[in-house]
């Protein structure tokens, strides 16, 4: 890489720049804020399993009527690779902050959650743009590669294109699940080049050791997610093989029953990495929450059935003063239904995502604007001298 002396003023305004976007918002703060909602699962649905299956069937028409209007845009992140979005934007755009939801392992921009999550998003004055990962949402034919979970670089190149072709200057990042570790990723590998335009991450239910999740989802009570994301990541490549046929080997694609034996084969080779146990250890955020400069808020449930919860107790994520978890004891694997909460419908983590992204742009406009008040009578002054 090149480091010319144009680059490395660059660098030391955007890291200038992600410690000032911190410091115009008390964190502590919106932590309070945020633990005096604390989440009170349904009575009928209390354990991990109950909760991620009773989320992913409860009916939300509302949400799915709101994605209906939403424009369609292509995002280029590396050479022959697309990523679809799914985008709705307010009457002023530029003057409203972006939320970017980036969905989970085998999901897409038509996630229940995404949807939901963004229908919120809209309605709290956000812009909202609904991003598939690659393959994702039908859109093998974008890209002759997989997803795999150390793609940060994607999501950057997205981030980038908003801030510089969109001129956007208040965006959000919110991952679920697998794109949850990528966000984390993003943000504890980045930390000092952060865009100011990006003011906060959230990740709500992160797969933040991808080795410790690969031993999860292969438990026996865990049979119905891994059967079918297996039986999804089988049939993503017999996809690719018909597009691409030169690049994919199909034979005793049968015998790949498990997460890790997927990856070994497939994902560790499509991404460069020298072994599954090289993808597992460059990919997982957990190594790089520590660094993360810019607010950040993680919900995790500890009973998260496949996800395991114990990687976030790790030290480096407790004592960084820029990183809000919220860890109920009950919840599941991006469920987190509520019992009836006064002006709230059921899906808390969505709610506390929202919350705490308007949070955090009120925080910054208000500093913003006391900043401008505080010059504006310096200026005064100096003229009355």
């Known amino acids: 890489m090149n480091t010319s002396e144009p680059q490395t003023q660059n660098k030391v305004e955007t890291h200038h720049s992600a410690c000032e976007a911190t410091a115009r918002v008390d964190l502590a703060d919106v932590r309070r804020k945020l633990e005096a909602k604390p989440f009170v699962p349904h009575p009928l649905f209390t354990g991990g399993h109950a909760q991620t299956l009773a989320t992913f069937a409860w009916p939300r028409r509302r949400a799915l009527r709101g994605s209906r209007n939403d424009e369609t845009r292509t995002f280029d992140v590396a050479p022959n690779v697309q990523l679809l979005a799914h985008y709705r934007t307010q009457h002023d755009a530029l003057a409203a902050p972006t939320i970017l939801l980036v969905h989970g392992l085998e999901g897409s921009s038509s996630a229940v959650y995404m949807l939901s999550t963004g229908a919120k998003a809209y309605d ?20 002759p590669t997989l997803y795999n979970s150390g793609l940060s670089n994607d999501l950057r190149a997205v981030i980038r294109e908003l801030i510089d072709k969109d001129k956007l200057t208040r965006i959000f990042l919110v991952g679920f699940s697998m794109s949850g570790n990528m966000s984390l990723k993003l943000a504890g590998e980045d930390a000092d080049e952060i865009p100011r335009e990006l003011l906060g991450v959230c990740a709500v239910s ?13 438990r026996r009570s865990n049979w119905i997610y891994h059967r079918n994301f297996m039986i999804s990541l089988r049939r993503r490549i017999r996809n690719k093989k018909k597009l691409f046929p030169e690049l994919y080997d199909t034979r005793g694609l049968h015998r790949v029953r498990t997460l890790r034996q997927f990856d070994a084969r497939f994902t560790t080779v499509d991404g460069g990495y020298a072994s599954v146990e090289d993808y597992y250890a460059r990919a997982s955020s957990l190594p790089l929450i520590g660094r993360i400069r810019a607010p950040t808020l993680i919900i995790h449930a500890q009973d998260d059935p496949f996800i395991p919860f114990a990687p976030l107790q790790d030290s480096s994520i407790s004592v960084n003063p820029n990183v809000i978890l919220l860890a109920p004891q009950h919840g599941g694997h991006v469920g987190f239904l509520q019992a009836e909460a006064h002006g709230e419908d059921r899906f808390w983590a969505e709610n506390r995502v929202i919350e705490f992204c308007r949070l955090i742009a009120e925080g910054i406009a208000t500093s913003n604007a006391s900043g401008r008040q505080r010059e504006n009578r310096f200026r005064q002054q100096k003229k009355l001298q």
């Open 124 to 143: 709290a004055g956000f812009n909202v743009i609904r991003l598939n990962i690659r393959n994702c949402g039908q859109t093998e034919h974008l890209t």
């Open 206 to 218: 992160p797969s933040v050791d991808l080795s410790a999740s690969a031993n999860a989802i292969e």
